[in-house]
C-alpha cells in the first residue's frame, strides 16, 4: 500500500466521511492482511451489536480527525 493517503484534506464533509470509513477499513486490513481470514472472522462480528458499535467508534474517530485537519469545512 504505498501512498494511498496522500493528504486527510477533503473538499466536503460527505468526502471526509468516505476517507474515514477508507482509514478504517484499511486499519483492520494491515492489522489482518489475509483476506479469507477476514471473511471467516466476518461472521463473528456481524450480527454482535457490541462489535458493530466499535467499529463504529472507530469510523467517527478517524472522522473526528479528518473534520480537524480541513478546519471542521469552515
Not at 12 to 39: F, H, I, N, Y
Amino acid at each position: 500500500m504505498s501512498d494511498w493517503l496522500p493528504s486527510l484534506i477533503t473538499s466536503t464533509p460527505q468526502e471526509g466521511s468516505d476517507l474515514a470509513v477508507k482509514l478504517s477499513r484499511v486499519a483492520v486490513k494491515l492489522t489482518q492482511p489475509d483476506a479469507a481470514m477476514r471473511e471467516r472472522l466476518r461472521p463473528d462480528y456481524a450480527d454482535d451489536a457490541d462489535s458493530l458499535i466499535a467499529v463504529s467508534q472507530v469510523v467517527a474517530t478517524n472522522f473526528a480527525t479528518v473534520a480537524a485537519a480541513n478546519n471542521y469545512w469552515r
